[in-house]
């Protein structure tokens, strides 16, 4: 069954549509900073056996992201872990360990360097797998998919068509920048001597793949992790678009992702007055309208569509309306 963005479901009902307006990495390797990511207030933290795990660390670092799962307090976050991608030898071990030892409290795996639809499948089925062989929920697992470099980009319809379990497409900047050769060390910035934004065609790109399949379309990392007005400035650009969230990658970051990619208190409330107007005015009562208006405003069906963004993205977020829609005198 799939319903509108905001209630979207698949299969069974699972809720594929989780709060990403921030989400933390964290490596899987340092104990005590996976127990600080626990009382963070980022939508999500995931708990990483890729780039942040030295080599000779990922195979002791499986064993602790276990732990962490089973014993730690994710209360009101989703718990992701991104393994290793399927170019290395490490792939297979990391989801095994993992989904065999903390099943039950894992939401979702995040593939990294994902090239083609067949690295989705293939990640699919040994989830299944493994949730048949130790008796788990087949299918509850999420998958997020990450684009990271130009054969990722140009298959990224495929890959977002490849798994009910899919939920996310991510952009990964920094392989991304350097599988382009682009002539920039800083990553999320624009490269110098372009006077264009050098991202935009591939934000874009992401964006379209995963609103054609129901899937959020999550930004990468800003590394300049104390420049917080750098990250606002990146950040704002993909919230604009129409991006879900973006990665923080230091506790500083948290409070400007969670603010920039929730709406304003004045568009949330305005979302939820369409709302209520909508379903008024095109019930019996409100006398079956197709349009109406709504002060100074005339509301249709595609003024309902876009306030359901809206007000989706507001309540993920925990907001609380301010104002009560009243319908006219008679």
């Known amino acids: 069954m799939t319903t509108d963005r905001s209630t979207r479901t698949v299969g069974a009902g699972y809720d594929r549509l989780r709060p990403r307006r921030s989400c933390l990495a964290v490596p899987g390797s340092n104990p005590r900073f996976l127990e600080k990511a626990q009382g963070l207030p980022a939508d999500q933290v995931f708990l990483d056996l890729e780039d942040a795990c030295a080599p000779l660390a990922k195979p002791e670092a499986r064993h602790t992201v276990v732990k962490f799962l089973n014993e730690g307090d994710w209360t009101g976050k989703t718990r992701v872990v991104r393994v290793n991608d399927w170019t290395t030898h490490w792939t297979y071990r990391d989801v095994v360990t993992v989904v065999e030892g903390a099943g039950p409290n894992l939401d979702c795996i995040m593939l990294p360097k994902v090239q083609d639809a067949s690295q989705v499948q293939a990640l699919d ?93 999550i930004d990468g990392p800003y590394l300049q992790i104390r420049n917080v007005d750098g990250y606002r400035e990146v950040a704002r650009r993909a919230a604009a678009l129409g991006f879900d969230g973006k990665w923080v990658l230091h506790p500083g970051q948290i409070e400007a992702s969670n603010e920039i990619f929730s709406p304003s208190q004045e ?64």
């Not at 899919?166 to 490269?191: C, H, R, W, Y």
């Not at 006398?287 to 069906?301: C, N, P, R, V, Y």
């Open 125 to 217: 089925l040994l989830l299944t797998q493994i949730e048949k062989t130790m008796g788990f929920e087949v299918g509850r697992i999420g998958i997020e998919a990450q684009i990271e470099d130009a054969r990722g980009l140009v298959n990224v319809d495929e890959i977002a068509a490849a798994s009910p379990r899919l939920e996310t497409i991510i952009f990964g900047p920094a392989d991304f920048m350097a599988s382009i050769n682009m002539k920039s060390l800083v990553v999320g910035e624009q490269p110098p001597g372009y006077p264009a934004d050098a991202y935009h065609y591939i934000l874009m790109r992401i964006l379209m793949a995963a609103r054609a399949h129901d899937l959020q379309a």
């Open 267 to 330: 568009d949330y409330d305005h979302a939820e007055l369409i709302l209520d107007a909508y379903e008024y005015f095109t019930s019996e009562e409100g006398g079956k309208k197709g349009s109406a208006m709504l002060g100074d405003e005339m509301i249709d069906e595609a003024s309902r569509k876009m306030a359901l963004v809206i007000a989706g993205k507001g309540r993920a977020a925990g907001m609380r309306r301010t104002s009560v829609f009243e319908p006219p005198a008679a």
